[in-house]
C-alpha cells in the first residue's frame, strides 16, 4: 500500500507538474468517466460524484495521511490509493484529436477542458473516491502528521503513555498517527531498537525519543526517494534500495549481522532483528 512518502511523491508531481505535463491545478472539470462504480465511496454514488465534479476547477493538490486531496472552487475532491494504486496526469487527445484509450485499470478518469486528464489507477478494486463539502468528514479521525511541527516529543510521548497496545499496530492505526503503514513502521522501530510487540506504555523516554526521531528520518528519507517501488503500478521510488529490514528476512542485520526475522503482527508480515530489537520478557 503507498504510506506517506509515496503519496507525498504524487502529490508534488501532481501540483508541480513535470517536463511531459502541467500541474493539475487550475484545470477545469469536463467530464468524468466511471469503470467501476463502487470506487465511489458513500455516500456518493456514480451519478452525484460525476454532477458535483462538473465545471469545478481545482485550486490546489494536498496530502493528509494518505488520502489525496483536491481542493475544487466549490467543494473537495479526495482520492485513496489503498493496496496498489496510484494517480497520474496523461494527455487525453492524440495529435489527431482522436481520445487516447482508457486503460485496463483506470477507474476514475477526470478529463479536463484542456486537451488533459486525471486518471485513478487502482489494480485490486480497494481504492475510493470522495466528494464532500467538508474535507473533515473523512479526515477528522485521523491523527497528527508526523512531519508537522505540532508532533513534538512532548505530544508523542504523552500519546504512547495513554495506550497500552503493541507497539507495532499502534503505529499503524490511522486514527494514532497519519501515514505510516507497514514498511516505515518496521523501518522505524528498526532505527529505534524497539521490538514490534512491545507495549506502547513500557517504552523508556530515551526509546520514546530514539523513536520519534526514526520516525520522522525514514519518512523524510522515503520522500527525497520518491517512497519505495514495490510493485508495478507504482514505480519510479528508490527507497526500497535502502531498507534495513523491510522484506530482507534471513538476510544479515546491518548493525549485528544475525539473520532478519519475520513474524505476523496484527496480520502484517513483520520484519525485525531480534539481536538489535529485544523482545519483552513475556514473550
Request: hydrophobic fraction near 35%; include cysteine.
Amino acid at each position: 500500500m503507498p504510506e506517506l512518502p509515496e503519496v507525498e511523491t504524487i502529490v508534488r508531481r501532481l501540483k508541480d507538474g513535470s517536463p511531459t505535463f502541467p500541474p493539475v491545478p487550475g484545470h477545469t472539470i469536463q467530464d468524468v468517466i466511471i469503470t467501476w462504480d463502487k470506487i465511489i465511496a458513500h455516500p456518493e454514488n456514480p451519478a452525484s460524484f460525476k454532477r458535483h465534479l462538473l465545471g469545478k476547477t481545482i485550486l490546489d493538490v494536498q496530502r493528509r495521511g494518505k488520502f489525496l486531496h483536491f481542493p475544487l472552487n466549490n467543494g473537495h475532491l479526495i482520492g485513496h490509493l489503498r493496496m496498489s494504486g496510484d494517480m497520474r496526469m496523461e494527455i487525453r487527445l492524440s495529435e489527431q484529436g482522436k481520445p487516447h484509450p482508457i486503460q485496463a485499470y483506470d477507474r476514475v478518469v477526470i478529463n479536463f477542458k484542456a486537451p488533459w486528464r486525471l486518471v485513478f489507477v487502482n489494480v485490486r478494486k480497494f481504492g475510493r473516491m470522495y466528494y464532500t463539502s467538508d474535507p473533515q468528514s473523512i479526515f477528522g479521525d485521523l491523527g497528527p502528521e508526523p512531519l508537522n511541527p505540532e508532533f513534538t516529543l512532548q505530544a508523542f510521548t504523552m500519546q504512547l503513555h495513554s495506550h497500552n497496545r503493541q507497539i507495532k499496530p499502534l503505529l499503524m492505526d490511522q486514527h494514532f498517527i497519519a501515514g505510516l503503514g507497514n514498511i516505515y513502521t518496521d523501518e522505524a522501530l528498526f532505527r529505534a531498537k524497539v521490538h514490534p510487540l512491545r507495549k506502547s506504555d513500557s517504552l523508556s523516554q530515551r526509546e520514546i525519543q530514539q523513536l520519534h526521531h526514526a520516525i520522522q528520518t525514514v519518512l523524510r528519507e522515503g520522500i527525497v526517494q520518491f517512497g519505495a517501488s514495490l510493485d508495478w503500478v507504482y514505480r519510479g521510488g528508490e527507497f526500497q534500495n535502502t531498507f534495513k529490514v523491510y522484506g530482507r528476512e534471513g538476510e544479515p542485520c546491518p548493525i549485528c549481522g544475525n539473520p532478519i526475522e519475520k513474524i505476523s503482527v496484527g496480520q502484517r508480515g513483520t520484519h525485525f532483528c531480534l539481536q538489535c530489537q529485544i523482545p519483552p520478557k513475556a514473550i
